[in-house]
């Protein structure tokens, strides 16, 4: 059984930092692609990162690139969002996802508030 579970959200500040992680298991956690999405009150879910099965190689949304940071530890099977200078517009429930085969990301979390206030 495959399972996803984010933690790190919460209350912040704009300009402030947090750690979101996402802690995967059932899975071939390091042969998978791993990645960060989000969903603000209103909006369709969008992209926000991932990350290559090495850690080897990371993309990132324009809206966060130079902000958030994307690693993994494949010994702790865990997925880390590393957020800076976090802005209001930041505001989303981040969800973690699997990629484990050609046909995008089949596994989810359940999801973790991220706020920032202005």
């Known amino acids: 059984q495959v399972q996803l579970v984010e933690s790190g959200g919460g209350l912040v500040q704009a300009g402030g930092s947090l750690r979101l992680s996402c802690a995967a298991s059932g899975l071939t956690f390091s042969r998978d692609t791993m990645a960060w999405f989000r969903q603000a009150p209103g909006k369709e879910r969008e992209f926000v990162a991932r990350?290559?099965?090495?850690?080897?190689?990371?993309y990132y949304a324009s809206s966060v690139k130079g902000r958030f940071t994307i690693s993994r530890d494949n010994a702790k099977n865990t997925v880390y969002l590393q957020m800076n200078r976090l802005k209001p517009e930041d505001t989303a429930v981040y969800y973690c996802?699997?990629?484990?085969?050609?046909?995008?990301?089949?596994?989810w979390g359940q999801g973790t508030q991220v706020t920032v206030s202005s």
């Open positions: 996802a699997a990629q484990t085969g050609p046909n995008g990301y089949n596994y």
């Open positions: 990350i290559s099965w090495s850690g080897g190689n990371t």
